[in-house]
Structures are given as C-alpha cells and as structure tokens.
C-alpha cells in the first residue's frame, strides 16, 4: 500500500465512483483531487498531463499514472487485491474482461447515458438508449440469476464493481429495475460488502 496513491474524480461521476469504491473495498489509503470538469478543469495542461483526454478518473501511484476507470480497476485488483478481486486463471481474466467491456459500453450507452440526459441535460436517442439498457440488464439477469456473482465463484470481483453504479443510478435516468427480479438483491449484496462507500442519487 502506497500514500502516494492519488484518485483524481467528479462527485457525480459514476466512473470515478467505482474506483473509489474498490480502493475502499481494498482498504486503501489514498487522496482524492476533485477535477471541476464543469469549469474546465479536465482541459488544462497539468491534468493532461495525468489523464490525457481529459475525462475523470485518473490515478497516480508514485509516479505512473493511468486513466480510464475499467483499466484502473483491473490494475488496483492485480497490484493490491491479492488475488481476491481479479482471477489469477486465464479463463476467469477473460470473462472478467467481457464485463469490463460491458461496463465500457453498453452500460455507458445505455443506462450512464440515460443518466446523463436527465441529470445534465445532454440530448441522447433516448429509445436507443434505454434498448442497450435493457439488453445489458438482460445479459446481467441472466447471470446473476443463476449465481451470485458476475464472474463464477464465492467473492465478488472488480466486474461487479465495474457493473454496479449504473445500475444502482439506474432510477435518475428512469429505469426501472422489477423486470430485472436479481439486480435488486446484487445491489445489496455489493452494498453489504465491507468497506462499502455510496455516493450521491444511490
């Protein structure tokens, strides 16, 4: 474990919420910088320097930095999860994987971005949207219906972590969850995890 850890994030931002998520789920000591993207803070040089499209989270450990949230769970959990987060098989990376891509996409096009739209008011093909929502809350149902976890096996891992916000978001942006009878009961057993943190609209 490292102080010199340091998770730059918005508030309202669900990528930078999982990352604070895990780090607390880890029990890891690190130190938040709020990035006022509003104000165009993500644009100026020094945080480019950090995060090179200027978008929320980054990290810095000592002196590597490392954006993107689904990047940044998959190296928390390989450098300080000690095999509990991440799978060490090459099986279990991969199908980790196909939910980090998920959350990268379908997620972020569907739910995150019915979020957005009504949160900040962004225009967005809002039928489009809420169709990649339900099919990622299909695929998701699916799955958890039959086992407890995204990715096979007795723990959580970072895919749930990756997954989670927006789907507990999943109300601000309109969606609702009944047709989706095992997101529910996911959501509290994430929310039962020691180390949980919330953040705000959940």
């Known amino acids: 474990m490292t102080p010199d850890l340091v998770l730059y994030e918005h508030p309202l931002s669900g990528n930078s919420y999982k990352v604070r998520l895990l780090l607390s789920l880890l029990g890891l000591p690190f130190r938040a910088v709020t990035v006022d993207l509003f104000a165009g803070a993500g644009q100026k ?80 093909d809002a039928e489009r949207a809420t169709a990649i929502a339900r099919r990622a809350f299909a695929l998701m149902q699916g799955t958890l219906a039959a086992q407890p976890w995204l990715v096979p096996g007795a723990h959580p891992s970072i895919a749930d972590v990756a997954c989670f916000p927006y789907v507990a978001l999943a109300h601000e942006g309109g969606l609702a969850l009944g047709e989706f009878p095992a997101l529910g009961p996911w959501c509290e057993r994430v929310r039962a995890l020691p180390g949980f943190v919330g953040m705000e609209g959940m």
């Open 45 to 124: 040089p020094e945080y480019l320097a950090v995060s090179a499209l200027g978008q929320v989270p980054a990290i810095t450990d000592g002196s590597e930095s490392l954006r993107d949230s689904q990047a940044i769970l998959f190296y928390l959990a390989q450098r300080y999860g000690q095999g509990r987060w991440l799978a060490a098989d090459p099986l279990g990376q991969a199908r980790t994987l196909a939910w980090l891509s998920l959350a990268a996409n379908e997620m972020a096009n569907g739910p995150a971005a019915l979020r957005a739209a009504s949160r900040f008011k962004r225009a967005i």
